[in-house]
């Protein structure tokens, strides 16, 4: 009889890492759904497409590593980065775009790092962040128009042609400028009732995307339903966007309103499923709000003031520098502490 | 209903508590041997009073007390010792320490008792003393002497006596089946606890997972001031840092201990072992312990004597050696596994797993840390364990303890929920064990340099006596000069001094002469040994050249080998008579010369 020596805990909760990010796959299906249903087959390619390169992108680095591929794939994170950049990515985005951004988000800001766990920068956001700045005609001219409004509903083969090898001039017959860059455009000439004219916006909020929000809004709840993420990153990126909105730009003839900045671009996919990525966010419960908070005034100011007409991607890559920082001075207070353990260790202090 | 606190984090696992409180507590019997170590508690390891051969009776002492922090083993039942000798006990490392062996004889026979029935009419130290002479010890799991534990600083008023009946970990029913079938042992521990403390109130807090303890508890504390409080049940309840929060609200204070607060916790079992020491005068031969897990057909709770081997016991539980897989000594959550079945059950051990293979599965392997803070949520000392884990595996033991890696209390709520399924305890353990061979090694090479310092001040000090000695006699040495010198100059010019130098001068010349014409006249003391030795010299060398003459002559005549050399020596000793000749010879002139310098 040979007993089994180990060290304690002998018994451990069901939960794993590949279990959590296929909860997180799945919760993402109703967004894509919708996204499918108001902009076409071109997200649903995309992330086809993005999920299956990640895929391999991973697999080879791994195998460069030399690390057990099977057991190191079947986490599943490779395969949420591919998602989240073929959701984030315009639906007629070409191939090869999406290919430099998985590429970059894979190889070059997880693994080139150190693998599942080291990156500092959320991988996903990393690779859209680097096509956006070199291809921003082709990332921004590839919006599809929402459903409705295109003069021909592109089937499957037909979106599948495009992205392969879509022209502009056959392209720009199922494109139109999203809802938030057309605002931020014509709000300058044009008053509030004026910009609303346009057929991006359609009868409510934004035609399509306001559909798109509450989708990934639903997915996101439910995230947190099943304690895979917790509130706090979310509720402090939509709050501190609301606060910002309500604090500048409570005037609709001079700045987008808050409707808008909730339930168009990127707001609650980048909330409920960018931010809130474990490896790169804050840790703690009071570094998870300042995180999120920091994410959504960034996420504001961006699109207000800056050049883009959304920065789900700036906003998110910039709070992911100062998450060493917030980590170090939001410790919680260890029980019996008088008070938390800010900062970092010192001769002094240890 | 009184107000409870929450400690932030724990967890629920299974309870798989329900197969073994379907039984009521079974006594286990009496094993063939019994193994008693002399260490089953914190503090120094009992000392042997008996030895191989003697004949005990049930409850005999069979190692004393030593130091304040010690505590006697008893003999659980009678018979002979057969051994006092090293055996593995209950470790996680599989060690072995010294343990007494006892053969029973099968009478069970009891020795004498000493109880103090009416114990509020004796001295409060006359109980106490009782208790550990009864060898109590925290039953709950770290095996605190009760005693000490009962004498809390004096500057600390206990307020608050908390009896802990939480028993949180997974399969452990131990201290459940004691509630339900001892509750009035347990309240009449405690209340010996409370008269020796005289807290301003009782509380035993109970899991609501246990209503029957709790309804066998309420009814024996009826008519007493005793407060049954039952808490939700959450892992680690019966954390003593956490209990006492859910109980008071307070917290034990960083590197503190409860009675910094006003509060003390004791265990249930240990109540019922101070109520058997002081109202039955019976020493802690036996406690309760679960034997569970899937491997055993029989799971349930026994009374089991200390010292019972794990391997009789499993036998008494019907174990199926095929199905088991994982033999675990304590709880799920915080036990340790067992390498053999060898060892016996202490003092502390409340329960036994029989796992079968897939009970407690092995865990998958290793992922990486993806910093989802499921750890941290489940934490109950409030850590950021992810920290503490990156902080151990990189060896960065500063900013672990930054990071207060010594308030965990290892209770395995981290490991439990990770995702990636990282022995999080293993690396804190890990990293506490460098740190505390760290520090001793920097308190050994401190005591080092200050021992080096202190022998590098005295050769300094040293060195500079001998340096000041050697300049006080250069000094004297250099005045003495300068005087004899001032004293030659000055002589001159005195003509009375010049005179008396003169006739000093002629006199001495004189006293020459004489001595060099009678040199056996001669009678300064100094000279005359020398010239005696000399002499003495000469004789010894005549002699021993006489000698060697006559030696030669011998073996010449009959002719032996050695004619060669004895020519050498006596050409030798001819010469070593002529050196002494001379030397005597030229030592008596000579010494009249020197003899009357001034």
Redesign the interface.
Known sequence: ?T???????????A???S??MLWVILATLPGLAVQTVFFGWGNLINVIWCVALAIVAEAAVLKLRQRPLA?CLS?N?AAVTGLLLGLALPPLTPWWVSLVAVFAAIVMAKQLYG????NPFNPAMVGYALVLVSFPVAMTTTWAAPAGLWHSAPGFTETLGLILHGQHSVIDAYTMATPLDVYKHDIGSLIAEEVRQHPTFGEGVAKGWEWVNAAFLAGGIGLIALRII?WHIPASVLAALGIMSLAFGSNEDLHAPLTLHLLAGATMLGAFFIATD??S?A??PLGKLIYGAGIGVLLYVIRTWGSYPDAVAFAVLLMNFAVPFI?HYT???????RKA?RG????A?? | MRKLWDFSGGIHPPEHKHQSTTRPIQPAGLPDILILPLQQHIGSPAETQVAAGDRVLKGDCLAGAIGTMGVPVHAPTSGTIESVSKHPVPHPSGMVDWCITLKPDGEDCWGERLPLINYTRHERTAVLGRIRDAGVVGLGGAGFPTNIKLRPPRRDKVDTLILNGAECEPYITADDMLMREHAADVVSGLNIMAWLLQPERCVIGVEDNKPEAIAALQAAAKDTLIDVVVIPTKYPSGGEKQLIQILTGLEVPHNGIPADIGVMCQNVGTAVAVCRAVVHGEPLISRITSVTGEAVSNPGNYAVRLGTPVRYLLDQAGVDAQRLERLVLGGPMMGYTLQSTDIPIVKTTNCIIAAARGELPEPPPEQPCIRCGACAEACPMALLPQQLFWYSKAQEFEKAEHQNLFDCIECGACSYVCPSSIPLVQYYRFAKGEIRTQRAEHLKADRARVRFEARQARLEREQAEKEARRQERARAAAESQLQKKQAAQSAPSDDRAARAVAVQQALARKSEQVKAKFPAATVDGSETPDLQVLEQQRDQAREKLATMKTMLADARTADADNVDKLERAVTKNIERVKRAEDAVKAAQPPATDTTEQP
């Not at chain 1, 410790?331 to 502490?337: M, S």
């Not at chain 1, 970092?344 to 001769?347: E, L």
């Open positions: 009889m007993l089994r020596q180990q060290s304690s805990p002998h018994t451990r909760s939960r794993s890492t279990r959590v057991f986490d994170t693998g599942l766990g080291s917790t474990p490896v966010a840790t703690s980590d410790p919680p207070r260890t029980y019996g502490h353990r970092i260790a010192t001769k202090s240890g």
